[in-house]
Protein backbone atom coordinates (compact mmCIF):
# COMPACT_ATOMS: atom_id res chain seq x y z
CA UNK A 1 0.00 0.00 0.00
CA UNK A 2 2.72 2.58 1.15
CA UNK A 3 4.55 1.78 -2.89
CA UNK A 4 0.94 2.63 -4.52
CA UNK A 5 0.85 5.99 -2.08
CA UNK A 6 4.36 6.81 -2.97
CA UNK A 7 3.59 5.66 -6.67
CA UNK A 8 0.62 8.70 -7.07
CA UNK A 9 2.99 11.11 -5.60
CA UNK A 10 5.36 10.42 -8.18
CA UNK A 11 2.71 11.54 -10.48
CA UNK A 12 2.11 14.61 -8.78
CA UNK A 13 5.97 15.54 -8.75
CA UNK A 14 6.51 15.40 -12.69
CA UNK A 15 4.95 18.90 -12.46
CA UNK A 16 7.11 19.80 -8.98
CA UNK A 17 10.23 20.90 -9.65
CA UNK A 18 13.37 22.27 -8.00
CA UNK A 19 13.49 25.91 -8.78
CA UNK A 20 16.63 28.41 -7.32
CA UNK A 21 16.27 32.23 -6.69
CA UNK A 22 19.27 33.81 -8.40
CA UNK A 23 22.37 33.04 -6.78
CA UNK A 24 24.42 36.01 -5.10
CA UNK A 25 27.22 37.09 -3.00
CA UNK A 26 26.42 37.54 0.73
CA UNK A 27 28.46 36.85 4.09
CA UNK A 28 28.77 34.39 6.49
CA UNK A 29 30.75 33.13 9.23
CA UNK A 30 33.59 30.23 8.73
CA UNK A 31 36.14 29.57 11.21
CA UNK A 32 34.68 33.15 13.47
CA UNK A 33 35.60 34.80 10.62
CA UNK A 34 32.97 36.63 8.57
CA UNK A 35 33.26 35.35 4.71
CA UNK A 36 31.92 36.27 1.49
CA UNK A 37 30.38 33.50 -0.42
CA UNK A 38 27.90 32.25 -2.86
CA UNK A 39 24.58 31.26 -2.12
CA UNK A 40 21.20 29.85 -3.53
CA UNK A 41 18.31 28.33 -2.38
CA UNK A 42 16.28 25.46 -4.08
CA UNK A 43 12.92 24.18 -3.28
CA UNK A 44 13.70 20.52 -2.48
CA UNK A 45 14.86 18.42 1.10
CA UNK A 46 18.28 18.95 1.85
CA UNK A 47 19.05 15.30 1.60
CA UNK A 48 18.38 15.65 -2.31
CA UNK A 49 19.95 18.66 -2.69
CA UNK A 50 22.72 17.64 -0.58
CA UNK A 51 22.81 14.11 -2.90
CA UNK A 52 22.74 16.04 -6.01
CA UNK A 53 25.63 18.10 -5.28
CA UNK A 54 27.80 15.34 -3.98
CA UNK A 55 26.83 13.77 -7.44
CA UNK A 56 28.23 17.04 -8.91
CA UNK A 57 31.52 16.90 -7.17
CA UNK A 58 32.04 13.12 -7.89
CA UNK A 59 30.97 13.31 -11.53
CA UNK A 60 33.92 15.83 -11.56
CA UNK A 61 36.43 14.04 -10.37
CA UNK A 62 37.25 16.28 -7.24
CA UNK A 63 38.02 13.39 -4.87
CA UNK A 64 37.41 13.15 -1.40
CA UNK A 65 36.41 16.20 1.12
CA UNK A 66 36.45 16.46 4.54
CA UNK A 67 34.78 18.21 7.43
CA UNK A 68 35.66 21.75 7.91
CA UNK A 69 34.42 24.27 9.97
CA UNK A 70 30.52 25.77 11.22
CA UNK A 71 28.70 23.19 8.83
CA UNK A 72 30.70 23.32 6.11
CA UNK A 73 33.06 20.61 3.91
CA UNK A 74 36.05 21.03 2.09
CA UNK A 75 37.77 19.90 -0.83
CA UNK A 76 41.72 21.13 -0.44
CA UNK A 77 43.50 22.02 -3.84
CA UNK A 78 40.93 21.11 -6.86
CA UNK A 79 40.14 22.36 -10.01
CA UNK A 80 36.62 22.53 -11.15
CA UNK A 81 36.55 24.16 -14.38
CA UNK A 82 33.11 25.49 -14.16
CA UNK A 83 34.07 27.62 -11.23
CA UNK A 84 37.99 28.55 -11.37
CA UNK A 85 40.46 26.92 -13.75
CA UNK A 86 43.04 27.00 -11.24
CA UNK A 87 43.34 24.67 -8.38
CA UNK A 88 41.59 26.10 -4.83
CA UNK A 89 39.91 24.89 -1.72
CA UNK A 90 35.94 24.85 -2.34
CA UNK A 91 33.81 24.63 1.05
CA UNK A 92 29.94 23.82 0.57
CA UNK A 93 26.99 23.32 3.10
CA UNK A 94 23.60 23.03 2.78
CA UNK A 95 21.06 24.18 5.02
CA UNK A 96 17.15 23.27 5.35
CA UNK A 97 14.46 25.59 5.71
CA UNK A 98 11.43 23.82 4.81
CA UNK A 99 10.35 24.49 2.29
CA UNK A 100 13.83 25.92 1.02
CA UNK A 101 17.12 24.60 0.80
CA UNK A 102 20.26 26.70 0.67
CA UNK A 103 23.73 25.73 -0.56
CA UNK A 104 26.26 27.74 0.58
CA UNK A 105 29.82 27.83 -1.51
CA UNK A 106 32.82 29.52 -0.62
CA UNK A 107 36.49 29.53 -2.24
CA UNK A 108 39.72 29.83 -1.18
CA UNK A 109 43.26 29.73 -2.81
CA UNK A 110 44.71 28.26 -0.01
CA UNK A 111 44.56 28.36 3.86
CA UNK A 112 42.55 31.92 4.65
CA UNK A 113 43.20 33.15 1.31
CA UNK A 114 38.97 33.49 0.60
CA UNK A 115 38.09 34.56 -2.92
CA UNK A 116 36.29 38.10 -2.57
CA UNK A 117 33.94 39.72 -5.78
CA UNK A 118 36.05 42.84 -5.12
CA UNK A 119 39.20 41.25 -6.15
CA UNK A 120 38.34 37.78 -8.59
CA UNK A 121 34.95 38.77 -9.71
CA UNK A 122 35.14 36.02 -12.59
CA UNK A 123 35.42 33.33 -10.04
CA UNK A 124 32.67 35.11 -7.72
CA UNK A 125 30.36 35.09 -10.97
CA UNK A 126 31.01 31.37 -12.08
CA UNK A 127 30.17 30.26 -8.57
CA UNK A 128 26.69 32.43 -9.26
CA UNK A 129 26.54 30.58 -12.73
CA UNK A 130 27.38 27.19 -11.20
CA UNK A 131 24.51 27.67 -8.53
CA UNK A 132 22.19 28.64 -11.17
CA UNK A 133 22.75 25.72 -13.34
CA UNK A 134 23.03 23.30 -10.49
CA UNK A 135 19.31 23.48 -10.19
CA UNK A 136 18.97 21.28 -13.33
CA UNK A 137 21.09 19.17 -11.23
CA UNK A 138 19.03 18.57 -8.06
CA UNK A 139 15.34 18.00 -10.05
CA UNK A 140 17.43 15.40 -12.17
CA UNK A 141 19.07 13.75 -8.92
CA UNK A 142 15.18 14.02 -7.55
CA UNK A 143 13.86 12.53 -10.56
CA UNK A 144 16.24 9.50 -11.19
CA UNK A 145 15.25 8.94 -7.28
CA UNK A 146 11.63 8.44 -8.01
CA UNK A 147 12.23 6.29 -11.25
CA UNK A 148 14.59 4.29 -8.65
CA UNK A 149 11.21 4.43 -6.68
CA UNK A 150 8.80 3.90 -9.40
CA UNK A 151 10.89 0.67 -10.62
CA UNK A 152 10.17 -0.74 -6.76
CA UNK A 153 6.52 -0.36 -7.23
CA UNK A 154 6.04 -1.48 -10.47
CA UNK A 155 7.90 -5.14 -9.24
CA UNK A 156 5.77 -5.06 -6.39
CA UNK A 157 2.93 -4.73 -8.59
CA UNK A 158 3.71 -7.06 -11.19
CA UNK A 159 4.88 -9.89 -8.36
CA UNK A 160 1.37 -8.99 -6.79
CA UNK A 161 -0.31 -9.63 -10.36
CA UNK A 162 1.40 -13.06 -10.70
CA UNK A 163 0.47 -14.32 -7.35
CA UNK A 164 -3.09 -13.34 -8.48
CA UNK A 165 -2.82 -15.24 -11.36
CA UNK A 166 -0.88 -18.04 -9.35
CA UNK A 167 -4.58 -17.87 -7.11
CA UNK A 168 -7.00 -18.39 -10.23
CA UNK A 169 -5.23 -20.83 -11.37
CA UNK A 170 -5.94 -23.00 -7.97
CA UNK A 171 -9.26 -21.54 -7.85
CA UNK A 172 -9.67 -23.63 -11.88
CA UNK A 173 -7.97 -26.67 -10.37
CA UNK A 174 -10.29 -26.81 -7.43
CA UNK A 175 -13.43 -26.63 -9.13
CA UNK A 176 -11.79 -29.62 -11.55
CA UNK A 177 -11.74 -31.44 -8.57
CA UNK A 178 -15.41 -30.68 -7.23
CA UNK A 179 -16.61 -31.71 -10.70
CA UNK A 180 -14.94 -34.56 -10.64
CA UNK A 181 -15.93 -36.07 -7.38
CA UNK A 182 -19.62 -34.38 -7.94
CA UNK A 183 -19.56 -36.57 -10.85
CA UNK A 184 -18.21 -39.39 -8.78
CA UNK A 185 -20.69 -38.65 -6.04
CA UNK A 186 -23.77 -38.85 -8.37
CA UNK A 187 -22.76 -42.50 -9.78
CA UNK A 188 -22.62 -43.97 -6.28
CA UNK A 189 -25.83 -42.15 -5.83
CA UNK A 190 -27.80 -44.28 -8.03
CA UNK A 191 -25.79 -47.50 -6.86
CA UNK A 192 -26.32 -46.58 -3.16
CA UNK A 193 -30.25 -46.05 -3.66
CA UNK A 194 -30.18 -49.40 -5.46
CA UNK A 195 -28.40 -50.92 -2.59
CA UNK A 196 -30.80 -49.61 0.33
CA UNK A 197 -34.27 -50.79 -1.82
CA UNK A 198 -32.41 -53.88 -2.11
CA UNK A 199 -31.60 -54.31 1.52
CA UNK A 200 -35.17 -52.84 2.32
CA UNK A 201 -36.92 -55.38 0.28
CA UNK A 202 -34.48 -58.15 1.77
CA UNK A 203 -35.79 -57.21 5.25
CA UNK A 204 -39.62 -57.24 3.90
CA UNK A 205 -39.00 -60.39 2.91
CA UNK A 206 -37.58 -61.52 6.12
CA UNK A 207 -40.36 -60.62 7.95
CA UNK A 208 -42.50 -62.19 5.84
CA UNK A 209 -41.43 -65.71 7.64
CA UNK A 210 -43.43 -67.56 9.74
CA UNK A 211 -42.11 -69.54 12.45
CA UNK A 212 -42.41 -71.81 14.95
CA UNK A 213 -41.79 -71.12 18.58
CA UNK A 214 -38.49 -72.67 19.02
CA UNK A 215 -37.81 -70.41 15.67
CA UNK A 216 -38.97 -66.69 16.07
CA UNK A 217 -35.66 -66.35 18.45
CA UNK A 218 -33.67 -66.59 15.45
CA UNK A 219 -36.26 -65.18 13.44
CA UNK A 220 -36.23 -61.90 15.39
CA UNK A 221 -32.12 -61.97 14.91
CA UNK A 222 -32.20 -62.41 11.75
CA UNK A 223 -34.93 -59.15 11.36
CA UNK A 224 -33.06 -57.28 13.38
CA UNK A 225 -29.69 -57.87 11.60
CA UNK A 226 -31.24 -56.75 8.76
CA UNK A 227 -32.74 -53.94 9.64
CA UNK A 228 -29.14 -52.45 10.89
CA UNK A 229 -28.04 -53.41 7.34
CA UNK A 230 -30.74 -51.23 6.41
CA UNK A 231 -30.22 -48.40 8.39
CA UNK A 232 -26.34 -48.56 7.36
CA UNK A 233 -27.15 -48.29 3.70
CA UNK A 234 -29.78 -45.56 4.24
CA UNK A 235 -27.14 -43.92 5.94
CA UNK A 236 -24.96 -44.29 3.38
CA UNK A 237 -27.53 -42.94 0.90
CA UNK A 238 -28.13 -40.41 2.86
CA UNK A 239 -24.81 -39.06 3.53
CA UNK A 240 -24.04 -38.99 -0.61
CA UNK A 241 -27.44 -37.14 -1.24
CA UNK A 242 -25.86 -34.92 1.70
CA UNK A 243 -22.58 -34.74 -0.23
CA UNK A 244 -24.10 -33.92 -3.63
CA UNK A 245 -25.99 -31.14 -1.98
CA UNK A 246 -22.25 -29.49 -1.00
CA UNK A 247 -20.61 -30.10 -3.85
CA UNK A 248 -23.57 -27.61 -5.58
CA UNK A 249 -22.67 -24.93 -2.76
CA UNK A 250 -18.92 -25.79 -3.35
CA UNK A 251 -18.99 -25.26 -7.21
CA UNK A 252 -21.09 -21.61 -6.15
CA UNK A 253 -19.09 -20.48 -3.91
CA UNK A 254 -15.96 -21.32 -6.12
CA UNK A 255 -17.51 -20.15 -9.13
CA UNK A 256 -17.59 -16.72 -6.99
CA UNK A 257 -14.28 -16.56 -6.42
CA UNK A 258 -12.84 -16.92 -9.60
CA UNK A 259 -15.17 -14.31 -11.08
CA UNK A 260 -13.63 -12.14 -8.21
CA UNK A 261 -10.17 -13.63 -8.98
CA UNK A 262 -11.08 -12.49 -12.67
CA UNK A 263 -12.02 -8.97 -11.61
CA UNK A 264 -8.81 -8.81 -9.03
CA UNK A 265 -6.56 -9.71 -12.05
CA UNK A 266 -8.08 -7.07 -14.74
CA UNK A 267 -7.56 -4.35 -12.43
CA UNK A 268 -4.01 -5.66 -11.16
CA UNK A 269 -3.20 -5.67 -14.77
CA UNK A 270 -4.44 -2.04 -15.11
CA UNK A 271 -2.77 -1.16 -12.13
CA UNK A 272 0.47 -2.97 -13.25
CA UNK A 273 -0.42 -0.42 -16.77
CA UNK A 274 -0.91 2.70 -14.93
CA UNK A 275 2.63 2.12 -13.16
CA UNK A 276 5.00 1.84 -16.09
CA UNK A 277 2.84 4.86 -17.68
CA UNK A 278 4.22 6.75 -14.55
CA UNK A 279 7.53 5.72 -14.85
CA UNK A 280 7.57 6.31 -18.50
CA UNK A 281 6.18 10.09 -17.78
CA UNK A 282 9.63 10.26 -14.96
CA UNK A 283 11.80 9.52 -17.81
CA UNK A 284 10.40 11.48 -20.30
CA UNK A 285 10.54 14.43 -17.94
CA UNK A 286 14.21 13.65 -16.77
CA UNK A 287 15.20 13.70 -20.77
CA UNK A 288 13.98 17.12 -20.95
CA UNK A 289 16.78 18.03 -18.76
CA UNK A 290 19.85 19.58 -19.55
CA UNK A 291 22.75 19.09 -17.21
CA UNK A 292 25.57 22.14 -17.85
Known sequence: MKKTILSLTLLTSLSFAAWAQNAKTTSTVFNKTEQQCVTADYQMPGNLVEGALKKKFADAKLGSDSKASDGFRVFKGVTLSKINAEKMDLYYKVDEKKPLSTVSILTSKGYDNFIKKETDSLVIENTILFLNNFVNDVNAFKLNKDIEAQQEVIESAEKKNKSIAKEG???????????????????????LKSDMENQQKTLETIKTKTATIEQMDALKKEVSKQDNVVKKATIRYDNAINDAEDFVKDLKDNAQEIQQNKTEQ????????????????????LAKIVIQ
Open 169 to 191: ESLLKSKSKIESKQSQNNIEIGS
Open 266 to 285: ENQIAEVKKQKDILESLKAE
